[in-house]
């Protein structure tokens, strides 16, 4: 059983460039959230998605992000116009049902965005 | 919004001793969680807590709901030199909110 994909592992952009972080859940999962963890600190909620809807993004910067899952293929997060604050470590986690249901989540391995 | 105090930031012990942290919040929560983090890795789920008062252990590890639902604690028991890596507690209510963490290492 594969867990949660997160790909590419690392990442390199210069500022100005765009972002594009993939996730693909397990297999049976259809809802998919997004954290974002600076160093040394803990996971900050970004956005919380299903296929095709997002369900919320509360916690997503309304500027320049953007988090799509779309009914074939793996959630993606976009950054446009990275700037260095962005460098962080970027991790997907996915469930088999809503998180109202309390389900626990699974994390991916991450993908470490440096901007230079 | 909610926010998860974590305590300790870090512990140096010596293997074979036990540990304790814990989480406190301002707000309750429906569910608390407790995931481990290995550099390079995502959080890795320990013990889940459904219930107020709740006490489960996943081998080494005792983890509590608080009565409360504001609170909960982790034990490691004998730890061993693979329990190094950050502990963070989670709190969730529709989302699921991290604590700061507790950075654990061993002593040789």
């Known amino acids: ?116 | 919004g909610q926010q998860l105090n974590q305590s300790p930031q870090s512990m140096f012990i010596q293997e074979g001793e036990d540990v304790s942290m814990n989480c406190t919040s301002s707000s309750i929560f429906n569910t608390w969680l407790w995931y481990k983090q290995d550099p390079g890795e995502g959080p890795v789920l320990l013990i889940a807590l459904y219930k107020a008062g709740e006490l489960t252990s996943n081998g080494r590890l005792t983890a509590q709901f608080g009565i409360t639902r504001k609170d909960s604690f982790l034990n490691i028991s004998a730890s061993i030199p693979s329990d190094v890596g950050i502990y963070f507690c989670a709190g969730q209510f529709e989302k699921l909110t991290f604590g700061t963490g507790t950075r654990l290492t061993i002593i040789p």
Request: net charge positive.
């Open chain 1, 1 to 116: 059983n594969a867990g949660v994909m997160q790909n590419p592992r690392h990442l390199v952009r210069r500022r100005g460039q765009e972002a594009r972080l993939r996730c693909s859940p397990m297999k049976g999962h259809s809802h998919v959230y997004w954290y974002r963890q600076l160093p040394e600190e803990g996971l900050k909620f970004m956005v919380y998605l299903q296929k095709e809807n997002i369900i919320d993004e509360s916690g997503m910067p309304k500027e320049r992000f953007s988090a799509e899952f779309p009914k074939e293929g793996p959630s993606i997060l976009r950054i446009q116009q990275v700037v260095r604050g962005d460098s962080a470590a970027y991790f997907c986690a996915s469930s088999p049902a809503s998180w109202v249901a309390n389900e626990k989540l699974f994390f991916g391995s991450g993908t470490q965005l440096s901007v230079l």
